[in-house]
């Protein structure tokens, strides 16, 4: 099975890539053109494996086309360069609904209590299954690729957080020796970030990123992408740990931008 899984993908990647969706990655997504060759051809592999494995559903009456799927496919897949990956495998189906969408929540209460309720979501990332995003805010976080806010980088960040079963700001990491820093790293700036808000203090990282560690490393993945000039001079460590992981060095191709 593995084998045959192997070389099936094998055989995606070294398709031509359609010049279409070249062109739909060069209009909608910004961090396409930032990249070398060499890590663009990379990344056409990659989006031929996710499209051909993950189905894409449309939602609250969207009708799903070639430009959704590339342009989400494309973002999700720019976590993955250079890295071993199976190609988010607890992922089966992307949904996406045109706007902003409610989803029922349940919160506990001192007592043992459940509070049961509805909220308004942009995205939101299953352990096993599925994401869920809005289009628009899907096209609206690609926009403005300076303001640190990226809605496929942020679901997809929980997805690689999830591979090891646990999503808890902790993703499955190459080597044992780096657990010992990244908890050390981020387990501290994310109390610091926490405290930073207590004391109403403005911070560099979004607020969204102090409700919980797996929340942190969503939002900082999106800043590693969006501001990592800022976040390296700001947060050095943070940065070399998000550096590490995603064996991507964003800083170095701020210029282009």
Known sequence: MFWFKKKRREKLRQQPFPEEWRRILERNVPYYACLPPEDREELHGLVHVFLAEKNFEGAGGLVITDEMRVTIAGQACILLLHRKTDIYPRLQSIVVYPHAFVAPVRKAMPGGAVLEGRQVRLGESWSRGA???????????????????????????????????????????????????????????????????????????????????????????????????????????????????????????????
């Open 131 to 257: 994401v869920v995003l809005s289009w628009d805010d899907v096209v609206h976080g690609v926009a403005d690729i300076h303001d640190g806010r990226n809605l496929v980088f942020h679901e997809f960040a929980h997805q690689l957080d999830d591979e090891d079963g646990i999503g808890d700001g902790a993703p499955r990491l190459s080597k044992g020796s780096m657990y010992l820093p990244w908890a050390r790293v981020l387990g501290r700036e994310y109390h610091a970030l926490i405290e930073s808000l207590r004391r109403q203090r403005p911070a560099l990282i979004d607020a969204y990123g102090a409700t919980n560690p797996a929340e942190f490393f969503a939002v900082v993945t999106e800043f590693f992408f969006e501001k990592p000039a800022q976040l390296k001079g700001r947060y050095p460590e943070l940065y070399e740990q998000m550096r590490l992981f995603y064996q991507q060095d964003p800083a170095r191709l701020w210029d282009c931008r």
